[in-house]
């Protein structure tokens, strides 16, 4: 049958989402609008599309207004220059790392990375040494990493071209990266922070401390998430004189599309104005909102709101109240199976969900009357699911995550090189010896269970069969059934 070309069908979904008037408690932060900033929301976009005009200045030579208001970012931020990204933190890291590590050298990074920094390694063909992130037990996800840890990687490892830490991680928490860089120092090795999540740290003293004030040589943002752009509107900040300058600028100008969107670029250069101006008491009133969740959360049968009070002793540092991470453990039911029902009963989406977890973003645009529907949504769903009757019938509670210290799989290539072997599917149960060209993670806790380039041991064979029956959320893999892997052509 033909394809009836009148049809939008991507069109018609996203006019029925927004004609729902769903509570969006996930980024982009500006909720639909709410939380742009007036610059943007009154601007005639379709009349700001356009290109590298006359005093339109150009992204990848910038010296008139693209350059100004790069330079206004960078005040805000105490940043030595601040680059515009249009697709992203993903093509931000990836740059950073092409900037910085070369074939011959090792980046050093915790094994709970965001896949874009594959990227990186592929187009670096930086050898990769993970360190194991620290754990957060109660709600079963990974954060940071210890400085001790790093340390003896450090030792370990001659030829490290640079470090990556991510600060806070997808939940909102931060480990010691004022411990981190001091080992970073001490070692006169580059320090790169992922800070796709905390754009909105540097503006509210009662935020965990952003990585440019900890001494970072380089962060990248993204300021679609929580500081009140668009989608893909990312923007990278060098800290200090460390990193060369014009080795970044060549590298996004390799990375980077060559039509770049100036409606994605005006949204930062709002987005920074909004910050400076109005940032503080933004925030000020999204912590408020914040807390009063997470009391209320708190009192509700089966439910758990992480706090302070959960990071003791387990290396991580300080959290980042605006994110709303909630257990639904003892409801006895899974987080996806929660999310389901708010979405579906209730027209509430959240970020995200694991087996354990709800994450709710809470950010510029985010109402209270959003915050007080999901109250009470949870509330009813505790009532109605709370006697442990799993709507999806499984049982997570056996499934503890990758324990990285007892197995790291060998690595018996680096990633660029597994890219460029060619790849081919074979069957999960026939994968054993063969080289990985996927990574493959299962949330929770969201750690790499095999990463391109290493061995697939009968370890993680093993453990995949298992968070296959369980039913996990597998991230990453080409086949999320998990019944193929995709392995290294030879
Ligand atoms: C920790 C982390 N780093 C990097 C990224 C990539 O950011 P972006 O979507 O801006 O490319 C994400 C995206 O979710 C992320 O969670």
Request: proline share 5%.
């Given at each position: ?47 700001w ?31 030595r ?82 470090v ?12 010691d990266?004022?411990g ?22 540097h ?14 040589d ?81 009192k ?13 002793g ?16 003892g ?9 389901r ?19 709710a ?42 324990d ?6 060998p690595q ?5 090189r ?48 298992q ?19 995709r392995?290294?052509?030879?």
């Amino acid at each position: 049958m033909p394809i009836n070309q009148e049809h939008t069908p991507l069109v018609n979904a996203l006019q029925k989402y927004d004609q729902n008037k769903a509570v969006r408690l996930h980024v982009p932060g500006h909720g639909g609008g709410p939380g742009l900033s007036q610059a943007m929301r009154q601007g005639n976009l379709p009349g700001w599309d356009v290109t590298e005009l006359a005093g339109l200045d150009d992204l990848h030579n910038p010296a008139g207004v693209i350059a100004a208001a790069q330079r206004s970012a960078a005040e805000l931020y105490g940043a030595r220059c601040t680059f515009f990204l249009v697709n992203g933190t993903t093509v931000g890291l990836q740059a950073l790392i092409a900037a910085t590590c070369s074939e011959e050298q090792a980046l050093v990074l915790p094994r709970n990375v965001h896949r874009s920094v594959l990227g990186g390694l592929v187009v670096s063909g930086a050898r990769p040494v993970f360190i194991e992130p620290v754990i957060v037990p109660e709600f079963n996800f990974a954060a940071g990493f210890l400085p001790d840890k790093l340390e003896a990687v450090l030792q370990q490892n001659p030829g490290v071209g640079a470090v990556l830490a991510v600060h806070p991680c997808y939940y909102g928490v931060v480990g010691d990266l004022a411990g981190v860089d001091k080992i970073c120092r001490r070692y006169g090795m580059l320090l790169l922070v992922d800070e796709a999540h905390g754009t909105h740290l540097h503006l509210h003293p009662g935020l965990p401390a952003d990585a440019l004030s900890l001494g970072a040589d380089a962060v990248v943002q993204s300021v679609h998430k929580t500081g009140g752009a668009l989608t893909q509107a990312s923007w990278l900040h060098l800290g200090t004189d460390r990193i060369v300058r014009e080795r970044v600028a060549n590298a996004l100008r390799l990375l980077q599309t060559s039509s770049p969107s100036y409606i994605l670029m005006a949204s930062l250069d709002a987005a920074r104005q909004q910050l400076a101006s109005r940032g503080q008491a933004m925030l000020d009133d999204l912590l408020t909102l914040a807390g009063e969740a997470a009391l209320r959360i708190n009192k509700i049968s089966g439910l758990a709101v992480l706090g302070k009070e959960h990071l003791g002793g387990t290396g991580a540092f300080d959290y980042d109240p605006t994110r709303l991470v909630i257990s639904v453990r003892g409801l006895g039911v899974s987080g996806y199976a929660v999310a389901r029902q708010l979405a579906a009963v209730h027209g509430i989406y959240v970020e995200m969900s694991d087996a354990y977890n709800l994450v709710a973003v809470l950010s510029l645009g985010t109402g209270r009357v959003g915050v007080l529907k999901l109250v009470s949504a949870l509330t009813e769903i505790s009532r109605s699911m709370g006697a442990g009757h799993s709507s999806d019938g499984r049982n997570f509670n056996g499934h503890k995550g990758v324990d990285l210290s007892q197995w790291l799989p060998p690595q018996v290539m680096t990633p660029r090189r597994a890219w460029l072997a060619g790849q081919k599917k074979v069957p999960l149960g026939e994968s054993r010896g063969l080289v990985s060209a996927e990574i493959i993670s299962a949330y929770p806790p969201g750690i790499a269970v095999i990463y391109p380039g290493e061995e697939i041991t009968p370890e993680v064979i093993e453990y995949l069969l298992q968070v296959r029956e369980m039913g996990v959320h597998i991230q990453g893999a080409a086949d999320p059934s998990l019944k193929t892997l995709r392995v290294v052509n030879v």
